[in-house]
């Protein structure tokens, strides 16, 4: 029923609603309770129906993943060392172990992870090296910390760039990227907060994606959310 691919794996979801991983596992992403570099068919994850189900979404980040339940509950395996699940102590986690946060509604994930709970605030954790967080520094946390940021509707996040939509239609980033503008590339430093986005030029814009398929995904999934349609000419 639902594919949910993330780098070099891939977990689906049946009509029945049985979750199976398949792909790279070298750091416990699949979630089977092994590290083993590979699964080379799809392996169903029975275990998980014995404490998680009704799996409202799930979220492959670079080499973990995240599972979001119906009842707001959050659920994370994979790597961990850079504490992209947000749990501690900061090790791999072979099997869906529960993440410390609650009441949420929306996740997001690649090498940090992003909550957006159901009073509209934004939770973030794991690495920081760009500012990605936007908590106003460098520095990674260990778990889910609230941002200074409210009215969230959906949050996006990239390698080294987040983008937020809120509520009132504006979208929001911190980023690290180039534009083109005037017929040349123009740097614009990384920020460590959340900034309002200028999406005048959108189309000429590239957001830090560490390839041309990320780029082109992340960029469509935010604004044509946030502007109905758009054409890349891509």
Not at 145 to 158: E, L, S
Request: proline content about 2%.
């Amino acid at each position: 029923e639902k594919i949910y691919p993330g780098y070099l794996c891939v977990i689906a979801q049946d009509t029945d609603g049985y979750i199976y991983g398949s792909g790279l596992n070298d750091c416990g992403q699949l979630g089977t309770g092994f590290d083993h570099c590979h699964q080379e068919y799809f392996t169903q994850l029975d275990y998980l129906f014995d404490h998680i189900s009704d799996i409202k979404q799930v979220v492959c980040g670079s080499y973990h993943t995240l599972m979001l339940k119906n009842d707001g509950t959050v659920w994370g395996c994979g790597r961990n060392t850079g504490s992209e699940l947000g749990l501690l102590p900061s090790t791999n986690h072979h099997k869906l172990t529960q993440i410390n946060i609650s009441d949420v509604k929306s996740i997001a994930s690649y090498d940090s992870s992003f909550a957006i709970k159901n009073d509209g605030t934004l939770w973030a954790c794991g690495r920081n090296y760009y500012g990605q967080l936007g908590l106003g520094d460098k520095k990674d946390r260990k778990t889910f910390t609230q941002v200074n940021i409210t009215d969230i509707k959906d949050v996006f996040c990239g390698y080294n760039s987040t983008f937020i939509l809120k509520n009132d239609g504006t979208a929001w980033s911190t980023v690290m990227q180039m534009s083109f503008k005037e017929g040349s590339f123009i740097d614009i430093p990384a920020a460590d907060n959340f900034s309002i986005m200028d999406v005048s030029y959108i189309s000429f814009t590239l957001f830090g994606a560490v390839s041309p398929v990320e780029y082109t995904f992340s960029v469509r999934l935010l604004f044509e959310s946030c502007l109905g349609t758009l054409d890349l000419n891509m």
